[in-house]
């Protein structure tokens, strides 16, 4: 059984060696040639140079060493700090305490041992299935109408779900909820957060942006998983999750708001719609 998270992990180390290297990166090293030739794999050889010519006017500083303090002056704060909120968001939306938690939730929900265990399997297999959907949507609908969509559908499945065990509503109706819930998130919060995170950031403080936010994202894994029990017996599993609905309506306005869409647009393009 312990051996069996070995197989992702070797499967992504092997992986690992057929990623291209970053073209930007490749640019702040001179190696315009090999730059050009990776991004000739997504758009048309033409195209690919003139990216390449764009990229070197914003390069110039990339290499000089970048202090924390720069993510929180000037314009670069306002970026960093949509950044950090949106992976936060991804996690305390509280979809992962689902996953986590998943044998009090089911129990709350009037589940015996054996059908908790079929149930995690169920959410297990939509998790993977939506997380495919959410790939194939992300480059069609658009990193910000996903969001959008994600937070907002599952501010309304909390709000269902909540009310559900407030009113001792058990077994088919409370499994579907949850279903749907991890449908929605996979699709949406799951994936797209990582795209937007990564396309957000200008060059000069993408690296560091992207390292801060992780680690926000990860902090906050751990601040959820530890609370979820705490939150559980004070407030009760309805109140919990209408906890979680309220924090992932607060994220479909602060996205509605701050986020641009960052759909076919180059990280210069990016940046200056939301600084301006």
Known sequence: MFWAPAFPAILYLLLAFIIPESPRWLITKT????ATDIFSKIVNRKYAVQLVGEVQKTTQEITKKIKLSVLFKGKASRIAMIG?????????????????????????????????LFNIVITGIVNVVFTFVGMYTVDRLGRRSLMLLGTIGL????????????????????????????ACYAMTLAPVTW????????????G????VSTFALWAACFVLTYTFPLLNKSLGSYGTFWLYGL???AG????????P????????????????
């Open 31 to 34: 190696k315009y040639d090999k």
């Open 84 to 116: 950090i909120v949106i992976a936060i968001l991804q996690q305390w939306c509280g979809i992962n305490v689902i996953f986590n938690y998943a044998q009090e939730i089911f129990s709350a929900a009037g589940y015996s041992v054996t059908d908790m």
């Open 155 to 182: 501010t309304l499945i909390y709000l269902l779900l909540g009310a559900g065990y407030f009113f001792g509503m058990e077994g088919m109706a409370m499994l579907f909820l949850v279903v749907l819930a991890i």
């Open 195 to 206: 795209v937007v995170i990564a396309e957000i950031f200008p060059t000069k403080i993408r």
């Open 208 to 211: 560091l942006a992207m390292a």
């Open 247 to 249: 924090i992932c309506l």
């Open 252 to 259: 479909f306005i602060f996205i509605k708001i701050n986020l």
């Open 261 to 276: 869409e960052t759909k076919g647009k180059t990280l210069e393009q990016i940046e200056k719609e939301i600084v301006e």
